[in-house]
């Protein structure tokens, strides 16, 4: 695990779509993981700049994002489709036809139910794989929405979302009755195949956790530590989440 500690969010979003940038630029065909949240919302700005510019273009390029609410339709604010469109989608030329974002109807509780979850790998697989996966981390440690557990699912698949999860993301609906119950997620083996991976942390609210994930080993109650076993990642944090990391390689970037 490779960490980039840079002095603030600003930086954090620069340096991750420049990542991102030299990712499509290596390989305009590329296959990306994408990641919704309050995190990866400044990396976004930057890549729809980069491609307003000319410097890059995303029209080779395929997306699969790691998660959806189950319950929401695709234009209600709160769903993952509406902020993906909001932040990137409607801003760049990648094409309608390459964009995936896993969808499974209210009532598809079950993976037996959910055709969609197995769909959803399929289409990874068809597509060569994913080259670059973005991920944030939960305050528990989750990723995507793998919620901290005794064990975890491998591939794609309908999760109930914990309690912690569900009043973290209450701030962004009118209450925490209105936050969906069941999610749509990735699983960690849909994540971990990816070739490479790139974790964005920020804020002092983090700090916690990345601890945990600095200091732990690796365990299925803290879905992040399997991050330890796959062998190309980058951890990009901020000085408020991880200012006091003892690691070796620190990107400071003149502001
Ligand atoms: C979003 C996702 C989640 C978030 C995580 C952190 O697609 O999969 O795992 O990355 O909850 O969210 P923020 O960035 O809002 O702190």
Redesign the pocket.
Known sequence: MKWRIVNHYAELSRLAAEMVAEQVRNKPTSVLGL?????PIGMYGELSEMVRRGEISLKGVTTFN??EYIGLTPDHPQS?HYYMNEHLFSKVDLLPENRHIPYAEKGEFSDEECKACEEYDRLIEERGGIDLQI????HNG????NEPSLSLEVGTHVVALTEETREANARFFRSIEEVPTHAITMGVGSIMKAKRILLLVSGADKKEVLARLYAEGVTTELPASLLHLHPDVTVIADQEAAGWLPVEEIVKEET
């Not at 991920?135 to 939960?138: C, F, P, Q, R, S």
């Open positions: 990641a919704t949240g309050s995190t790691l998660d993952y991920l944030g981390i939960g989750h990723i995507g929405f």
